[in-house]
């Protein structure tokens, strides 16, 4: 059975490549990590719906519960924390505004499983259903929580499909859905011609359809979260970075210069990508670089002559796979074709994103040809966080068990990053929850290699996986 690497699993060939590298003496063309995080300003799309502004803080507290990051493992987190436990006393401190990290400015989609379902079955049929299902019920009770909340953040939970580009990986996806059914998971096989009708573009081979997943606008997602996460009483600060930590039965957080200190009895680490930057995760999680745009509203003469009457968001299978969504304003959100890493898990963007835009404009145009000529009317970039192995991460950890975290989520985390939220609430209680019986929940992230080892084998992982598109 062939199987394509992707974001998910091009650590591996960085940590392989890396160390031939290194031993065969190649020196590094620029060694400068980051003195300090810097968190780059929000430019999306999305970040035109952003939140009112929360505060900053301006006494020193002390509380239950510190979350530290307000993407959407922050916010679900508080809120599930503070709904399980009514005066429970729960913060959260963003470095900049909620929505500022990748929950402000992703792709889109919202999908089902982990990013290693996602592209292939788990050996044992029986776990990757129970991963499916949960994904799914969390889905659900997001489509919930919104509601509840009066707005729609522009869910829409009618299924994607994950595409594929060659012909010769038919045999591959057939042998994925034939095990997905197996395991009872409802994928369908589309051949070429019917992926055309429903995505109408004819650059595919085929695809796989899931009833389930779909899309959401980011940043209402965010707004729909800080309401509820307040309306349960939690204190949302924002210009409030945490710049030092100091575990103990009590962890003590210095915040912003460090004259701020919030002392709290557990602790939640929802900084993603920006993870190691506070010294944990440092050997597990790495921030990986990727760039998203959005056209101006179609007319309805392109949309016609589109064609893509479904409406369904899709992924493809390539190594740097794009992401497409049609937004309810008839807009085309596409990320992807790159992905870049910085030395020292360097979080400032440096890279080329009028190149990038450039590679991302042709290939829609190659997709929609209806489109040729229309220019983008924004293009970010954003910081994924990366495991060894494609794995996300959910647990307690510190000698004191006190640190929650969710993270690691690959590039696949608009779902899973809520359900986590649900998770850590659980384990804050001492309550079990039917995640921790899937395989990644404790202390299950593999070991990613230092510097120079880890720069080193991600740039020759990634000309790989250029050349490997490019093929
Ligand atoms: C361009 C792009 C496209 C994507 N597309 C998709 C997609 O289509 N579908 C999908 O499922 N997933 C997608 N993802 C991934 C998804 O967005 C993330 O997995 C998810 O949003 C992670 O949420 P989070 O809350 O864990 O992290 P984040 O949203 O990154 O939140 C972390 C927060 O922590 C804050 N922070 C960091 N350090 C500190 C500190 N020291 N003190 C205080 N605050 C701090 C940051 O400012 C940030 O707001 C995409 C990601 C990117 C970047």
């Known amino acids: 059975m062939q199987t394509k690497h992707s974001r998910r699993s091009f650590l591996k060939l960085a940590a392989l490549s890396g160390g031939a590298v290194a031993a065969a003496g190649i020196g590094i063309p620029y060694a400068l990590g ?272 589109m064609a893509w009457d479904s409406r369904l968001p899709f992924f493809d299978s390539r190594n740097a796979l794009y992401h497409v969504v049609l937004t309810p304003d008839d807009r085309i959100v596409i990320g992807g074709g790159s992905a870049e890493y910085f030395f020292g898990n360097g979080v400032c963007y440096r890279g080329n994103l009028s190149a990038i835009s450039d590679m991302m404009q042709a290939e829609l145009w190659r997709m929609y040809p209806a489109l040729r000529g229309m220019r983008f009317e924004y293009v970010w970039s954003g910081i994924l966080g990366m495991s060894f192995d494609g794995t996300p991460g959910v647990g307690v950890t510190g000698k004191h068990r006190n640190i929650f975290y969710g993270l690691a989520y690959n590039g696949q985390g608009v779902n899973l990053s809520f359900l986590f939220g649900e998770v850590i609430a659980a384990l804050h209680q001492g309550k079990t929850h039917p995640w921790l019986e899937t395989p990644y929940a404790g202390d299950t992230l593999p070991y990613i290699p230092p510097e120079p080892f880890r720069w080193i084998g991600t740039q020759v992982a990634l000309r790989y996986y250029d050349w490997d598109d490019a093929r």
């Open 34 to 305: 980051e003195s300090r995080p810097c968190f780059d300003p929000n430019d999306s799309y999305w970040a035109l719906e952003k939140p009112p502004a929360s505060p900053p803080l301006q006494e020193n507290l002390s509380v239950d519960v510190a979350v530290i990051g307000g993407g959407y493992t922050g916010l679900s987190s508080a809120w599930h924390l503070a709904r399980a436990a009514p005066g429970l006393d729960v913060v959260l401190l963003e470095a900049r505004q909620v929505g500022h990290g990748a929950s402000g400015r992703h792709g889109g989609m919202v999908l089902p499983q982990t990013g290693v379902e996602s592209f292939e079955i788990a050996s044992d049929l029986e776990t990757h259903k129970l991963v499916y299902d949960l994904t799914v019920a969390g889905m659900a009770s997001l489509r919930r929580l919104v509601q509840s909340t009066g707005g729609d953040c522009d869910l829409q939970l009618d299924g994607y499909v994950h595409t594929f580009v060659d012909e010769e990986d038919l045999p591959y996806y057939e042998e994925y859905v034939e095990q997905a059914v197996k395991a009872g998971i409802p994928l369908e096989l589309m051949d070429g011609d019917e992926t055309a009708r429903e995505l109408g573009t004819e650059v595919f081979a085929g695809g796989v359809y899931d009833p389930h997943g779909g899309s959401v606008h980011a940043m209402k997602l965010v707004r729909a979260l800080a309401k509820a996460a307040l309306e349960a009483g939690v204190r949302l600060f924002g210009d409030s970075p945490v710049t030092g930590i100091e575990e103990g039965e009590t962890i003590v957080l210095r915040v912003g210069d460090g004259r701020r200190t919030v002392r709290a009895k557990a602790i939640v680490l929802a900084t993603n990508g920006y993870t190691p930057k506070l010294g944990y995760f440092k050997s597990q999680v790495m921030p990986l670089h990727v760039q998203t745009a959005v056209t101006p509203p179609l007319t309805g003469g392109q949309l016609a002559d």
